[in-house]
């Protein structure tokens, strides 16, 4: 069964998609995304992840040519077509072709298209190897707080840590943690949950939201604030969240290993939790 896209209303095999040379998000990368998680053929926290793309796309001042509703049942319509019941659709909205130019016309049509791929399993909270995240200076734009498809710094500081056998790259602002390249980043410091808050520096993660929730349920404190390099070092465990991974336990920040170099028990219990919501919600 050929790859499916479905493309400005749409679907057909991603092979005979076309999007004209001259469209934004080709020249001006001038457009946002959505990176949306499904199980069991269902998608979870489909509704914040389109809340999120309409925000984005205000942020830039652009407007999708779908409303909400219909886009959800779209996407629901486009996963029960897939062939695999695990996955992810990647969602990107981009302000269209037109003649290159830094003016953009209120008028020209944007150009609306996702696609689904499959995901392999998850181990289980606490298995596996623990990340290790290289610390690299927070060189990008200060409106994080949109899911921009400008992700150059992205890219090279992800590459810059795979290139010296890290897992993902931890952005640092003035000694400052922020996020990672692409995934948020958490410290558990004494029984705190401690994460620097959402804004131009951060990007409000779905999976961050959800975990807010969990933590709320499990009655651990959240402290959102900024948190410095060395703090993070000694902090009794790491770990990251994004759509993709879930919750991922760091092992390691630089060359300092974090905590008992395991996964440690708030990590599980708020993973373990996360994936309850999955069940209930996809199950």
């Given at each position: 069964m050929p790859e499916l896209i479905w493309l400005n209303g749409e679907v057909l095999p991603m092979s005979?998609?076309?999007?004209?040379?001259e469209d934004r998000g080709f020249q001006f990368a001038d457009g946002v995304y959505e990176v949306i998680r499904f199980y069991n053929g269902r998608p979870f926290t489909l509704r914040p992840h389109l809340e999120r793309l309409e925000r984005s796309a205000e942020g830039i001042v652009l407007k999708s040519p779908l409303a909400r509703e219909s886009l959800e049942a779209e996407i629901r319509k486009f996963i029960a077509r897939a062939s695999f019941k695990e996955g992810m659709i990647y969602l990107q909205l981009t302000r269209?072709?037109?003649?290159?130019?830094?003016?953009?016309?209120q008028l020209q049509t944007a150009t609306l298209l996702f696609y689904a791929r499959p995901l392999p399993p998850l181990p289980e909270p606490g298995d596996g190897e623990g990340v290790k995240l290289l610390v690299v200076p927070d060189d990008r734009w200060h409106r994080c707080w949109i899911k921009s498809i400008a992700l150059l710094p992205n890219v090279l500081a992800k590459n810059l840590a795979a290139s010296q056998g890290y897992d993902e790259a931890a952005f640092v602002d003035n000694g400052v943690l922020t996020e990672?390249?692409?995934?948020?980043?958490?410290?558990?410091?004494g029984?705190?949950?401690?994460?620097?808050?959402?804004?131009?520096?951060?990007?409000?993660?779905?999976?961050?939201?959800?975990?807010?929730e969990c933590a709320a349920d499990l009655n651990i404190e959240i402290d959102e604030r900024p948190i410095k390099e060395e703090e993070a070092q000694r902090s009794d465990e790491l770990f990251i969240t994004s759509t993709t991974r879930e919750i991922s336990w760091v092992a390691r920040l630089n060359e300092r290993y974090i905590g008992k170099a395991r996964c440690g028990p708030m990590t599980i219990a708020l993973h373990r939790a996360l994936q309850a919501r999955v069940r209930a919600?996809?199950?």
């Open positions: 005979e998609a076309r999007i004209g040379v269209g072709a037109a003649p290159r130019n830094h003016i953009y016309s990672c390249a692409a995934s948020n980043l958490f410290a558990v410091v029984k705190k949950l401690v994460t620097h808050p959402a804004g131009s520096r951060v990007l409000p993660g779905i999976t961050r939201q959800v975990l807010f919600e996809a199950y």
